[in-house]
């Protein structure tokens, strides 16, 4: 099993739409949570962090984390074109200090 | 300069060659990533140091790979007797422990 899961995509929602991403990861004592984005040919960004149980937004993005589920998603309201990326989940597992453990990415493309 | 530095930016190079890369992280970030990243796949960890030791150097894939950070600023990832499998885009990242702040990678290529 993989340390942290993501459905590769294409994820492919029209303008305007939601865009929902989603990531599993296997160590249940994980911490902390990103969300990053990579344009094609581009290095990843930090777009979100998450660190406890629940729902943080900060503008069109939204992050969510269930641990008991080891689970973590990001929802992109109100979807741009400018939004076509790959989003890549990534992981601090437990006890590994700053170690960041990425998933392999999910492709978004937003159609006009 | 501003933000993570990579040098050099492509290297193409024949196997079995030595081949060296080299990070200039954000000043006064003590953490410093490598990462590995093969088309359509995410960032594969290398290895990090938090100033000149390395802290985790658990994704090293092999001793064919070895990485510095001698004075705790830049940083040189070594590849000895290079195969082809080892073709990538090498990224480096750098942090005060929270956000990582990624250079624009050292694209390999091995012949």
């Known amino acids: 099993q993989k340390e942290v899961e993501q459905n590769s995509g294409p994820l492919s929602v029209p303008e305007g739409a939601i865009a929902s991403l989603n990531c599993t990861y296997s160590d249940r004592g994980s911490q902390s949570f990103f969300w990053y984005r990579q344009y094609s040919g581009k290095s990843p960004e930090l777009i979100m962090s998450i660190y406890s149980n629940g729902d943080k937004e900060d503008g069109r993005f939204t992050a969510q984390l269930n641990k008991a589920s080891q689970y973590v998603s990001l929802l992109i309201r109100d979807s741009q074109p400018s939004d076509s990326a790959t989003y890549l989940c990534?992981?601090?597992?437990?006890?590994?200090?700053?170690?960041?453990?990425f998933g392999q990415g999910t492709e978004l493309s937003v159609k006009p | 300069g501003a933000g993570v530095s990579q040098t050099p930016s492509n290297k193409v190079t024949e196997k079995g060659k030595y081949v060296e890369l080299r990070c200039d992280p954000i000043?006064?970030?003590?953490?410093l990533y490598w990462y590995r990243q093969s088309l359509g796949q995410g960032p594969e960890f290398l290895i990090y140091?938090?100033?000149?030791?390395?802290?985790?150097d658990s994704g090293l894939p092999n001793d064919r790979f070895f990485a510095v950070r001698p004075e705790g600023s830049v940083s040189t990832l070594k590849i000895q007797r290079t195969e082809r499998g080892d073709s990538a885009v090498y990224l480096c990242a750098s942090s005060l422990g929270g956000e990582l702040f990624f250079g624009e990678g050292s694209r390999l290529t091995v012949l």
């Open positions: 990534a992981v601090t597992p437990y006890n590994q200090g700053g170690k960041l453990i």
């Open positions: 000043s006064g970030h003590t953490a």
């Open positions: 140091f938090q100033g000149t030791g390395a802290a985790d």
